[in-house]
C-alpha cells in the first residue's frame, strides 16, 4: 500500500451534483489534510483534521464539507460547486499536525472537473 | 506575515548542465524549510528538509540545498540534471500551528 492513496484520481461533476473524494493514509499519522491545487498558485490550505478533530477551516465555502471518521480516512464531500473549483485536491498526513512537528507526505491528488 | 516566494516561474536547462532553484521566504521566527517535487498528474513528493544545524542539506536523486539566513533563501541545487528531473518544484515553509506556506512553484525543463 502507498502512503497516501486518494480516490477517485479524475472526476467530472455537473454543478448540481453531489460527489465525495477519498483519502486514506497507512502512515500510522495522526493529522490530515485537505488542499486546493489550482494553476499558478499557492497551494491552498482547506482544512484541517488532528486526531479527528478539525483544527483548521480556512474560510473554505459551505459546498466543500470535510469528514475525518478515524485518524486515517478523510473524506471530501462535494454539492453546489461552482466550475471555479475545478482544480487538483491534494490530500496529505502527517505524524502531528503543525508545519514545525514534521514534513507533509502527500497524495497523488484527485482532479475534479465542474462543468 | 509568512510567505514563500520562487521568482523564477520557468527555469529550462539542459542534461547534464548544473541547476539552481531560488527560494526566498519571509518567517519571524526560524524556518522549517521543505522542497518538493511535482511531476505530472502526481501528488508532491519531499525532496529535503531543513530544520536545524548544518545550513547545507542533502535530499533525494542528487539534490541539495542550502539555508542562507541573512539572505532568507533556501535555494535547490543539483550538480548535474536528468532528463527525468523535468518537474514542478516548490518551497514551503513550516509555521506553528497548522500551516505550512507554499510558493507557487517553478516549472523546470530539460532539454536533450
Known amino acids: 500500500e502507498t502512503g497516501v492513496t486518494q480516490t477517485p484520481r479524475h472526476l467530472v461533476m455537473g454543478m448540481t451534483n453531489k460527489k465525495s473524494l477519498k483519502c486514506e493514509q497507512h502512515?500510522?499519522?495522526?493529522?490530515m489534510y485537505w488542499y486546493k491545487q489550482s494553476a499558478k498558485k499557492p497551494l491552498e490550505l482547506m482544512f484541517v483534521?488532528?486526531?479527528?478533530?478539525?483544527?483548521e477551516n480556512n474560510s473554505v465555502p459551505s459546498r466543500f464539507s470535510p469528514e475525518c471518521p478515524n485518524s486515517s480516512h478523510l473524506f471530501l464531500h462535494l454539492h453546489t460547486l461552482q466550475p471555479e473549483d475545478s482544480a487538483l485536491y491534494l490530500c496529505?498526513?502527517?505524524?502531528?499536525?503543525?508545519?514545525?512537528?514534521?514534513?507533509?507526505?502527500f497524495g497523488e491528488g484527485s482532479r475534479l472537473t465542474v462543468l | 506575515a509568512q510567505s514563500v516566494t520562487q521568482p523564477d516561474i520557468h527555469i529550462t536547462v539542459s542534461e547534464g548542465a548544473s541547476l539552481e532553484l531560488r527560494c526566498n521566504y519571509s518567517?519571524?521566527?526560524?524556518?522549517?524549510l521543505f522542497w518538493y517535487v511535482q511531476s505530472p498528474g502526481q501528488g508532491l513528493q519531499l525532496l529535503l528538509k531543513?530544520?536545524?544545524?548544518?545550513?547545507l542539506v542533502q535530499g533525494i536523486k542528487g539534490f541539495e540545498a542550502e539555508f542562507k539566513r541573512s539572505q532568507s533563501s533556501f535555494n535547490l541545487r543539483k550538480p548535474s540534471v536528468h532528463w527525468s528531473d523535468a518537474a514542478e518544484y516548490f518551497c514551503?515553509?513550516?509555521?506553528?500551528?497548522?500551516?505550512?506556506?507554499f510558493g507557487t512553484g517553478t516549472s523546470l525543463t530539460v532539454i536533450p
Open positions: 514551503a515553509v513550516g509555521a506553528t500551528g497548522n500551516q505550512f506556506y
Open positions: 502512515l500510522g499519522h495522526n493529522a
Open positions: 496529505a498526513s502527517s505524524q502531528l499536525a503543525g508545519g514545525r512537528d514534521g514534513e507533509l507526505f
Open positions: 518567517y519571524g521566527a526560524t524556518p522549517y
Open positions: 483534521y488532528n486526531f479527528k478533530e478539525q483544527t
Open positions: 531543513y530544520f536545524s544545524g548544518d545550513t
